[in-house]
């Protein structure tokens, strides 16, 4: 395992994500270190702790390649990431096609399905949640080479 790329990835998450909170106001960056810890490899742990990195921060994939992550990990996370007005539906499917993007996504809808980590469910919260399940039927299904343990 590569532990400095590994750390490297820690540390820019944490110092990108600090003072964002989740739904529940909680510091954000617990969640992207819940999605790194499900990872079963490095690749999936660094994917796991930079999943969101682009998407919620002014990070770039460009910034990203010139720290010295490689290509493959660059591209499940730019699968990873939702485009701008890119339909939920779209976007799960765009990832379907890479075995790291969808191990990382599969993490993180985990992560995302844990109402225990909410203050309380709301009607909205219910809802998000039914797109979650559907997303992750979906991945298990169709995700390229996705071996899913009960």
């Known amino acids: 395992m590569n532990l400095n790329l590994l750390e490297k990835a820690i540390a820019i998450a944490v110092q990108a994500h600090a003072g964002q909170t989740d ?3 909680k510091p954000y960056i ?3 270190l819940r999605v790194m810890m499900k990872g079963k490899s490095e690749d999936e742990m660094i ?3 930079l999943h969101d990195l682009v998407e919620d921060t002014d990070w770039t994939f460009e910034q ?3 720290e010295g992550f490689p290509q493959h990990i ?3 996370l ?3 990431t939702r485009k701008d007005r890119e339909k939920y539906s779209d976007f799960i499917q765009r990832i379907s096609g890479n075995p790291l993007a969808v191990a990382i996504k599969l993490n993180d809808l985990d992560d995302n399905m844990n109402v225990n ?3 309380e469910v709301t009607v909205k919260d219910a809802e998000r949640l039914s797109k979650y399940i559907n997303a992750r039927k979906y991945l298990e299904t169709n995700g390229a080479g996705t071996k899913v343990g009960g």
């Open 23 to 25: 739904k529940s106001g």
């Open 30 to 32: 617990l969640h992207v």
């Open 47 to 49: 994917g796991g702790i």
């Open 64 to 66: 990203l390649k010139e």
């Open 74 to 76: 660059i591209a499940a």
């Open 78 to 80: 730019e699968l990873v």
């Open 117 to 119: 980590r909410l203050n």
